[in-house]
């Protein structure tokens, strides 16, 4: 009888439990809440588009001071390192023989012209007695040929005077051009050649001063495929201001011009040479230093700037952002980027003004995920 009674109280037990699991279901679980993201919505802008370049400073005009005639030096009249002025005097060459030979020149031409009145006095008075058949025709050929020599003698003995004060000129050497002076290859007592190979001394000016970048034909012809399509405007009288910083990049005082855009294409570089003439008062500037340029390229009136950080790239290295969609959900926006500018990358395409891209919560986005958008206050570097 007992064992009869706990197979009974084990059939009612089970019979309970199978009716529980036959009793109404629970509820469904509650609908998860959006996420909570922060957006900067995209607002176009107007942006001056600038290159930096490389470069290095060149003389704005540069003399190799040479001699023009063959001489001793017997004098250097500047300092290594001055200041010096178009004209002033550099080098003086022993003027001795030089002087001689202008004085006997000289001589030479008064020899020529002291005889040449008697020598056209006797050709007129043959010429007269000729006519008159006094004289025999040769004697009168003999007197015009005397006076044709004796004038032809005038001239060589002029143009042998005039060679003899030039070379007596040569002989100070001056300074052709106004500006800073560099050492000296030689001193009192050197013997120098005329238009020899070496140099006696350099002078540069170097205020004003050029700076020469390169630009790659890559860069100038994305530029002008940019103004083509009216994305770029020129930026009116200020399109060819450039602002030059230092080696270690400090900003230099004076803006620069753009001069001109050579049209010769080194081959090895594949770029083209940009000239540009900078203010030097100071001679900060000196000759051979690198330099970078800021160059002006144009003007984007609608141009679209994202933060870095809100851009991710996928497994191919494309880059995308998270925006908040029209139905308050995440979607996924490709982009293409043209440039860093600053912390930003400027937009070639994938967003347009209004967008809202998400900043803040970027790592639990999915596509189609519904979000909550506050606007958030984007960090500037």
């Known amino acids: 009888m007992r064992n009869l009674s706990i197979r009974k109280l084990i059939v009612a037990l089970t019979a ?56 001793l030096i017997i004098k250097r009249a500047f300092d290594e390192g001055a200041l010096v002025k178009a004209g002033d005097l550099l080098y003086q060459i022993d003027p001795a023989p030089y002087q001689a030979a202008y004085d006997q020149a000289e001589a030479a031409v008064n020899i020529s012209e002291a005889n040449l009145p008697a020598v056209r006095s006797r050709e007129e008075r043959f010429r007269g007695l000729v006519e008159i058949k006094a004289v025999g025709e040769q004697e009168y050929d003999n007197a015009l040929a005397a006076l044709r020599q004796t004038e032809a003698q005038l001239e060589g003995s002029k143009a042998a005077l005039e060679m003899a004060k030039i070379n007596l ?38 205020d004003p001063i050029f700076v020469d970048v390169m630009q790659s034909t890559a860069e100038l012809l994305k530029l002008q495929r940019g103004m083509a ?7 009116g009288n200020g399109q060819n201001k450039v602002t030059i910083k230092l080696e270690d990049g400090t900003p230099y005082p004076h803006e620069g011009n753009l001069e001109f855009r050579d049209i010769t294409v080194n081959p090895t570089t594949s770029s083209i040479i940009l000239r540009i003439e900078v203010p030097n008062p100071d001679s900060a500037l000196l000759p051979g230093m690198f330099v970078r340029a800021v160059v002006k390229e144009g003007v984007m009136d609608q141009a679209i700037l994202v933060s870095q950080s809100a851009v991710a790239r996928d497994q191919k290295g494309e880059p995308y952002v998270w925006i908040v969609d029209g139905s308050g959900k995440a979607a996924m926006s490709m982009l293409k980027i043209d440039r860093a500018i600053g912390d930003k990358w400027l937009i070639s395409s994938g967003l347009v003004s209004g967008d809202r891209v998400i900043i803040n919560g970027i790592q639990r986005m999915r596509s189609g995920v519904p979000v909550n958008a506050t606007e958030a206050e984007e960090k500037t570097n």
């Open 16 to 71: 309970g439990l199978l009716l529980a699991g036959c009793g109404p279901k629970s509820q469904a679980p509650q609908k998860k809440a959006p996420t909570e993201v922060g957006v900067v919505t995209i607002q176009a802008q107007r942006l001056v588009l600038t290159r930096e370049l490389p470069g290095r400073t060149a003389a704005y005009r540069v003399s190799e001071i040479r001699p023009q005639v063959n001489g």
């Open 169 to 206: 000129s040569y002989t100070p050497i001056k300074a052709p051009i106004s500006g800073r002076i560099g050492r000296s290859s030689v001193t009192e007592g050197a013997m120098v050649t005329a238009y020899q190979p070496v140099a006696l001394a350099t002078v540069q000016q170097i």
């Open 229 to 235: 399509d009216k994305r770029l405007s020129s930026d």
